[in-house]
């Protein structure tokens, strides 16, 4: 182990060989929950903001209209709640709520990804609103036309321009996630954070060991943000499209309407 004349570099190679398995661990964590925290939030996502879309007008029927009423406003309640508070705050009223209202106690992991799942949820339904709305009306409107319903329409033909839209939001909120998971300490999730603060606080060693932290952090967001811009650009295809194996056309003698051509 460094003494106390050891340089910074010291520290960190002795960090890195004592707790290198550790930091693996706590980022494989983080991982494991943003993307979950991501798939499930944006399955929430699709379901808050395909609600929300859907028309609502009294001429449907007073019962359907009020439901939409009722749903939107909840969704609404929903939306508004995990938009306008903080996950730690989120996490602490879940995690210890769940413990002292509901005599439930959720193990860590567990909470870890519900509590990002909805604040996710949150966010996304918003970008798949947005994303909804983005894509030209006529498109319904086409596909009512050829007698698709609302929801076969909507699933077939708006959500999946939809999605496309908003891939770049929801690569954001993936990245997002993995930093924002660092919050989870709070509730004892044993992510890289967590990790970190332990092997800091062991040997009052901060900046050393959030050093190597930032780096694992900068090493996960820059891969993932690389990997989706790839994915993006593949599903744009190619910016220029050529027609292969054309064929020159023959050249074709032109016959008055009516009668057949002067020798």
Not at 39 to 58: D, E, H, N, S, T
Not at 169 to 194: Q, R
């Amino acid at each position: 182990m460094p003494n106390a004349q050891s340089g910074f570099f010291e520290w960190v190679f002795f960090f890195v060989r004592t707790y290198g398995p550790m930091f693996l661990q706590g980022a494989g964590t983080t991982l494991l929950i943003a993307l979950t925290g991501t798939l499930v939030g944006f399955i929430i996502g699709l379901a808050v903001g395909y609600v929300r879309a859907i028309p609502c007008a009294k001429e449907d029927g007073a019962v359907k209209y009020w439901l939409l009423k009722l749903a939107r406003t909840l969704l609404g309640v929903y939306i508004e709640v995990f938009r306008s508070t903080p996950m730690i705050v989120q996490s602490m009223v879940i995690f210890y709520g769940a413990s002292s209202v509901l005599h439930i106690n959720l193990p860590y992991l567990l909470a870890g990804f519900i509590i990002v799942s909805i604040n996710t949820g949150a966010y996304l339904s918003e970008i798949v609103r947005g994303g909804i709305q983005s894509v030209d009306p006529g498109q319904m409107e086409a596909g009512l036309a050829i007698g698709m319903t609302y929801g076969q329409t909507m699933l077939n033909v708006v959500l999946p321009q939809a999605i496309r839209n908003i891939l770049p939001a929801l690569g954001n909120e993936f990245v997002v996630n993995i930093k924002d998971t660092s919050v989870l300490n709070v509730i004892s999730v044993t992510e890289l954070y967590f990790v970190s603060k332990s092997a800091a606080g062991t040997y009052f060693k901060y900046f050393e060991v959030f050093f190597i932290t930032s780096v694992i952090y900068f090493v996960m967001t820059f891969t993932i943000t690389r990997f989706l811009r790839w994915v993006e650009k593949k599903m744009d295809g190619p910016q220029n499209y050529a027609i292969h194996g054309s064929q020159t056309v023959p050249d074709v003698e032109l016959i008055p309407k009516g009668g057949a051509t002067n020798e």
